[in-house]
């Protein structure tokens, strides 16, 4: 089972800066695409950056300019950098991964971090 933990969440004022971090139990290589998704309360879980193997990065338009996706594959690990927060950017953000093996193909997610951008 291929667990994702996240960590790096917290409380920051507004035009603050965060760096999540999630560590794979696997090499990422194996993973086809890994992530950062977000949910704030009473809404749906949305994505906010994703990078794919082949080297491409998308992300919200929300968030573009702002943050920055990027991987240490020595460390299995994938980052989101985070500037200039917003308000609106507070929410839950959990660490995805996708893998595919064959014919059948898997999602993994993290527990979450919560990210609180007040003054």
């Known amino acids: 089972q291929v667990q994702l933990v996240e960590s790096g969440g917290g409380l920051v004022q507004p035009g603050g800066s965060l760096r999540l971090s999630c560590v794979a139990s696997l090499s990422i290589l194996s993973l086809n695409r890994m992530g950062w998704y977000r949910q704030a309360p009473g809404k749906q879980r949305e994505l906010v950056a994703l990078r794919s193997s082949d080297g491409t990065s998308t992300y919200a338009d929300s968030v573009k300019g702002r943050f920055t996706i990027s991987r240490d594959y020595a460390k299995n690990t994938v980052y989101l950098q985070m500037s200039s927060l917003k308000p609106d950017d507070t929410a839950v953000y959990y660490c995805?991964?996708?893998?595919?093996?064959?014919?059948?193909?898997?999602?993994?997610w993290g527990q979450g971090t919560q990210v609180t951008v007040s003054s």
């Open positions: 995805y991964g996708y893998r595919t093996a064959g014919r059948s193909a898997q999602d993994y």
